[in-house]
Nanobody, 122 residues
Framework: VQLQAFGGGSVQPGGSLRLSCAASGFTFNTYTLGWFRQGPGKERDFVSGITWTGRSTYNKRSVKDRFTISRDNAKNTVSLEMVSLKPEDTAVYYC????????????????WGQGTEVTVSS
């Protein structure tokens, strides 16, 4: 099993980034996919999730109107479009796969990528 996240970088407040994650080694279209983040000195927290077919998405309240998760089951990829970025969005972002329908906790996700770093600073 492999999940590889990429697309992180440094942006100014108000800027945008698109994170992507390529998956292999498991039946992608039977898993909920999620993005988590871990800021400096903080625990890893749920950010956004998308269910197997992509029909349902759910987000952490603080990113609800700024982040959009999507998936392409034909390409085994999941993406996170982030706009209006704030300094508090600075973190390492991880993609993960869960057999739970709408998992939001770390323990519900079986497979994890290595993380991609996002820095929002002026």
């Amino acid at each position: 099993v492999q999940l590889q996240a990429f697309g992180g970088g440094s942006v100014q407040p108000g800027g945008s980034l698109r994170l992507s994650c390529a998956a292999s080694g498991f039946t992608f279209n039977t898993y909920t996919l999620g993005w988590f983040r871990q800021g400096p000195g903080k625990e890893r927290d749920f950010v956004s999730g998308i269910t197997w077919t992509g029909r349902s998405t759910y987000n952490k309240r603080s990113v609800k109107d700024r982040f959009t998760i999507s998936r392409d089951n034909a390409k085994n990829t999941v993406s996170l479009e982030m706009v209006s970025l704030k300094p508090e969005d600075t973190a390492v972002y991880y993609c993960a796969a869960s057999s739970s329908y709408s998992g939001t906790t770390v323990d519900e996700y079986e497979f994890w990528g290595q993380g991609t770093e996002v820095t929002v600073s002026s």
